[in-house]
T-cell receptor, first 111, second 116 residues
Framework: EAQVTQNPRYLITVTGKKLTVTCSQN?????MSWYRQDPGLGLRQIYY???????DKGDVPEGYKVSRKEKRNFPLILESPSPNQTSLYFC??????????FGSGTRLTVV | AQKVTQAQTEISVVEKEDVTLDCVYE???????LFWYKQPPSGELVFLIR??????QNEISGRYSWNFQKSTSSFNFTITASQVVDSAVYFC?????????????FGSGTRLLVRP
């Protein structure tokens, strides 16, 4: 089944403890992206990638890192999470860059 | 600047009613894509449709239909004979071909509640 898989689905962590949210797609898509969804602010792009080793900042990249060492994987790294990074995170992939398949989301709480 | 407006924050209907969700967009690009996504209570984002700016044909898929009107910059979504399972938040989104970030610009969403 064609899908984008994110893990974990839910995560509660403490301020400053590094964490990684994994994202993997099995559709051989070149384009991948991370979004966060917050009440009142909607969905905003954090980082995107157009291919292996090609990544760039989206609209809200502060406090996040990404890497794209393989085509299928696009992990989101929070080196020192803070409470304002509590959010619902989505990974997405696309063949063309226009129209994305989204993962199921990761609900992160930073206390 | 690019923007997507979904003026209806919440709509409540009784099952079997038809309902239309409005979407108005702003863009300076002549080439762009429009989308609708569904977010059910479980939280995932489900792709419903993609439309490019050169294709103004309306589309129907089962109980769902979409009306794209470039003249009014609107891309409205109608659910015919609504069902309880249609209860979700629906997002309209825009992607500009001239944007090298390939990002989706989302509207704020319309929460649809279908009551039995």
């Amino acid at each position: 089944e064609a899908q984008v898989t994110q893990n974990p689905r839910y995560l509660i962590t403490v301020t400053g403890k590094k964490l990684t949210v994994t994202c993997s797609q099995n559709m051989n898509h070149e384009y991948m992206s991370w979004y966060r969804q917050d009440p009142g602010l909607g969905l905003r792009q954090i980082y995107y990638s157009m291919n292996v080793e090609v990544t760039d900042k989206g609209d809200v990249p502060e406090g996040y890192k990404v890497s794209r060492k393989e085509k299928r994987n696009f992990p989101l790294i929070l080196e020192s999470p803070s409470p304002n990074q509590t959010s619902l995170y989505f990974c997405a992939s696309s063949r063309t860059g226009y129209g994305y398949t989204f993962g199921s989301g990761t609900r992160l709480t930073v206390v | 600047a690019q923007k997507v407006t979904q003026a209806q924050t919440e709509i409540s209907v009784v099952e079997k009613e038809d309902v239309t969700l409005d979407c108005v967009y702003e863009t300076r690009d002549t080439t762009y894509y429009l989308f609708w996504y569904k977010q059910p209570p479980s939280g995932e984002l489900v792709f419903l449709i993609r439309r490019n700016s050169f294709d103004e044909q309306n589309e129907i898929s089962g109980r769902y239909s979409w009306n794209f009107q470039k003249s009014t910059s609107s891309f409205n979504f109608t659910i015919t004979a609504s069902q309880v399972v249609d209860s979700a938040v629906y997002f309209c989104a825009l992607s500009e071909v001239g944007d090298s970030s390939y990002k989706l610009i989302f509207g704020s969403g319309t929460r649809l509640l279908v009551r039995p």
